[in-house]
Structures are given as C-alpha cells and as structure tokens.
Nanobody
Framework: QVQPVESGGGWVQPGGSLTLSCELT????????VGWFRQAPGKDREFVAA????????YVPDSVRGRFTISKANDQYLVYLRMNSLKLEDTAVYYC?????????????????WGQGTQITVSS
C-alpha cells in the first residue's frame, strides 16, 4: 500500500511562509489523488487543499484561499502545499492523505492512507 510522508513543518512568525511536501512512498503504482488536512488542539480535522492524481483540479477552500496553494510534481508522487501570510490560527498538525482514484475528496473519512503529520507553529 502507499504511505504518504510529510516534511517541511516548523515554526514561523505571523506573516511568514512555509512549504510542506508530501511524498507517496511504498506501492505507488496507481493513480492517487492527494488531500491536505490540519488539526489544531481540541478541534476537528479540517480540509485545506487537494489535487487530482495528474496535477489537475487543484482546490483550496475559502478558509485558506489566497494564502495556500497546492501543486504536484510531474512524477505524480510528490505534492506541495505552499502557505503564505501565515496566521496564528494556522497553527496545527498538517496531514497529507491519499486516495486511489481520479478525483480528490474534501472528506477526511474517504482517505485510506495518511501520513504521520507535521507540526506547524505560527507565533511571534
């Protein structure tokens, strides 16, 4: 099975930028669409971005639109989440998830494959 692996988290000041990477490892033969989610302490897991297996259909919800951008490397197995103008409320653990189908989903429950998560802390 495929295993997403996140990297690129850390600490950043408000207004700063970070780029997260998600590499799909393991048995990657197949078409995997990818979603990014985040979870802050005491809150539900929140959908923040997704992209189709071929790099099309990139989407971010209104909550982060204009600040977050998702993209995919040509080899299909590396996905990036670029985050600009970070705010205190962006502090959370960010997860990459994969689903073996052409289209992504905004529902965390539909993704069978999850990374371990990477912490992003926005503070001054």
């Amino acid at each position: 099975q495929v295993q997403p692996v996140e990297s690129g988290g850390g600490w950043v000041q408000p207004g700063g930028s970070l780029t997260l990477s998600c590499e799909l490892t393991g048995r990657t033969a197949g078409r995997y669409s990818v979603g990014w989610f985040r979870q802050a302490p005491g809150k539900d897991r929140e959908f923040v971005a997704a992209i189709k297996w071929n790099g099309g259909g990139a989407y971010v919800p209104d909550s982060v639109r204009g600040r977050f951008t998702i993209s995919k490397a040509n080899d299909q197995y590396l996905v990036y989440l670029r985050m600009n103008s970070l705010k205190l409320e962006d502090t959370a653990v960010y997860y990459c998830a994969a689903i073996e189908r052409v289209w992504w989903s905004s529902s965390a429950g539909e993704y069978p494959y999850w990374g371990q998560g990477t912490q992003i802390t926005v503070s001054s």
